[in-house]
């Protein structure tokens, strides 16, 4: 018969999530599932990409994913009870899923890994993904931050303007295109996508508020941007994106949007600023350490397209 892999819909979804949470002791399991389906019944977890496999009329694995509404995906590794199954039953779903999710038009699948997690990372090497970047998790907490005024090297006029207040997406777009050029942060993935798919995905994916999305203009011509997320439960914002176009670095633009950035934090009342970045870029970990960001994990990624 073989593994049969479908989606863990009607009464699949509870026999899958026992799957993802069968490490856990029985009361633990079911309380877990219980908080599980009670975020998806508030719509804050989407189990619609959580699959089943089945060999024998036995529940052998699991696998969740998150299609996100730019058209990629989030997968998280597969979850093999039996130890001896893991690489047979882990790589069936694996190749269902994405049989599944390129009929459904999706660009590219990205998973994130402990860089521990040998096993896990070869299942996926096995299963067409590649190794796309180290990540570097750095958080800022607001409230151990003195006001600083951001000033340039030059001290040269710089200015900012809102994505609410300019309302120009192509602007926004093609500026963001050019900080691209000779990018230190994920390069490889920013080759995937144009200014304008990137700022989409940006907008599709996580919080979006125009006013927290900011153009600056060094003497006034625009120079670079910065993307942030209002996460609102947890009184923190994210960096989402910031890039300096290749003209205007070295001038300490990077550094003053991050400081202009965190004083407006300071104003709204955040706890603190979290981001993401490339481990090669070290010239960028060389400014966040100096505004006070800290390193609070390191993931792996990959990306099958």
């Not at 893991?86 to 038009?105: C, P, Y």
């Not at 203009?217 to 609102?232: C, K, M, Q, S, T």
């Not at 104003?267 to 966040?288: C, K, P, T, W």
Request: contains cysteine; aromatic residues 10%.
């Amino acid at each position: 018969m073989g593994i049969h892999v479908s989606p863990a819909n009607g009464e699949k979804k509870i026999r899958a999530l026992r799957i993802l949470f069968h490490d856990l002791l029985p009361e633990e399991q079911e309380e877990q599932i219980e908080a599980v389906l009670e975020a998806e019944s508030r719509d804050e977890l989407n189990l619609e990409g959580l699959y089943l496999a089945e060999e024998a009329g036995e529940d052998v694995g699991a696998c969740l994913t998150l299609i996100q509404k730019d058209q990629s995906s989030f997968i998280w590794p597969p979850v093999i009870p039996e130890a001896a199954a893991w690489e047979r039953v882990g790589s069936t779903l694996l190749r269902q899923i994405e049989e599944t999710q390129k009929k459904q038009g999706i660009l590219f699948t990205q998973a994130m890994l402990d860089p521990e997690a040998r096993d896990e990372q070869s299942l996926l090497k096995k299963n067409n993904f590649k190794p796309l970047a180290e990540l570097h998790f750095m958080e800022c907490p607001i409230a151990q931050q003195d006001f600083t005024e951001p000033k340039l090297k030059n001290r040269a006029a710089c200015r900012v303007v809102s994505f609410a207040e300019s309302d120009n997406e192509s602007l926004f777009s093609s500026i963001l295109e050019k900080t691209y050029q000779e990018t230190l942060d994920v390069p490889e993935f920013n080759l995937l996508r144009s200014g304008e798919d990137s700022l989409s995905s940006h907008r599709l994916n996580g919080p979006f508020e125009p006013e927290l999305w900011f153009l600056f203009y060094v003497e006034d011509e625009p120079a670079g941007l910065i993307l942030l997320r209002n996460y609102a439960a947890d009184q923190k914002w994210e960096v989402a994106y910031m890039g300096v176009i290749p003209a205007f670095r070295g001038v300490g633009l990077g550094t003053f949007m991050l400081q202009e950035s965190i004083n407006r934090a300071r104003d709204a009342g955040q706890q603190a600023i979290f981001l993401a970045v490339d481990s090669r870029n070290h010239y960028a970990i060389e400014i966040y350490q100096s505004l006070g960001f800290r390193q609070t994990s390191v993931k792996q990624v990959f990306i099958r397209q």
